[in-house]
């Protein structure tokens, strides 16, 4: 027996498309249905969010999930990747690489240092899942049924990180998960690891993929429209001193 998006606190955001807002650190994870599979935009920030997310899935879908995109490593969206080890996994090309043993050290002590407990920092990293499907340009994945629902998964930074990966869904409205190359609810955040010189023209990138009338769903904070993003464009470029 599946439950409806407004039953299970997720937002709809398209038939077959929605987000929920996870609680302390408001990190967006989504869910787009197909007929074949189920793709799910990030992880939470450690085990027991990554299991959550998993029995919300079940019970709004029927299925488990097929396939996880990590849309940046930062701890609070892969932390849980633990609960999805039978998933096709995806991110960034590179983003592999920042999960060795020194990467997973950083990730634990920045979700530390943001309050998550030691002890289940160390847990998360540990049994971390790392993508095994490495996404340079763009990359169709079809969750069924044939041709029915295609999702596209687009390499755009780096910016926010140098491992950026935004999420496509076409349709009635087109939905764009953006990561946090998006935020609603503050500042963008640009940590020791953001390309702040890129940043914008991944932002053009993601309005070209999305055009003016996708629901462009930011990281952190509510659904944004096409403007709104162009002026945090604009505000990313005058901070950071990127000319166009
Ligand atoms: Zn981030």
Redo the contacts with the bound molecule.
């Keep these: 027996m599946t439950v409806t998006w407004e039953e299970s606190g997720w937002e709809q955001l398209a038939p077959g498309v929605g987000r929920c807002r996870l609680p302390v650190w408001d990190c967006t994870a989504g869910l787009v249905v197909g007929a074949d599979g189920v793709l799910l935009v990030d992880a939470g920030s450690g085990p027991a969010e990554g299991a959550r997310l998993r029995a919300e899935a079940l019970a709004l879908t029927g299925r488990r999930v097929t396939h996880l995109a990590l849309t940046?490593p930062?701890f609070d969206?892969v932390l849980g990747s633990s609960a999805f080890a039978d998933a096709e996994v995806f991110g960034a090309v590179g983003m592999e690489t920042v999960l060795t043993a020194r990467g997973r050290a950083e990730l634990r002590a920045d979700a530390v240092r943001y309050g998550l407990d030691a002890g289940v920092a160390q847990e998360a990293v540990d049994a971390l899942v790392p993508p095994r499907h490495p996404v340079s340009g763009e990359w169709t994945l079809d969750l069924g049924p044939a041709g029915g629902r295609q999702v596209l998964l687009a390499n755009v930074g780096p910016g926010?990180?140098a491992h950026d990966l935004a999420v496509l869904v076409p349709g009635s409205p087109e939905v764009v998960f953006c990561g946090?190359l998006v935020e609603e609810s503050g500042e963008p955040?640009a940590g020791p690891d953001a390309v702040p010189s890129h940043w914008p023209a991944a932002l053009d990138r993601l309005l070209e993929l999305g055009g003016e009338d996708a629901r462009y769903v930011p990281?952190h904070g509510a659904v944004v429209d096409a403007a709104f993003v162009r002026a945090q464009r604009d505000a990313l470029a005058a901070r950071f001193g990127v000319s166009d």
Excluded: P
């Design positions: 940046h930062h969206h926010h990180t946090d955040q990281g």
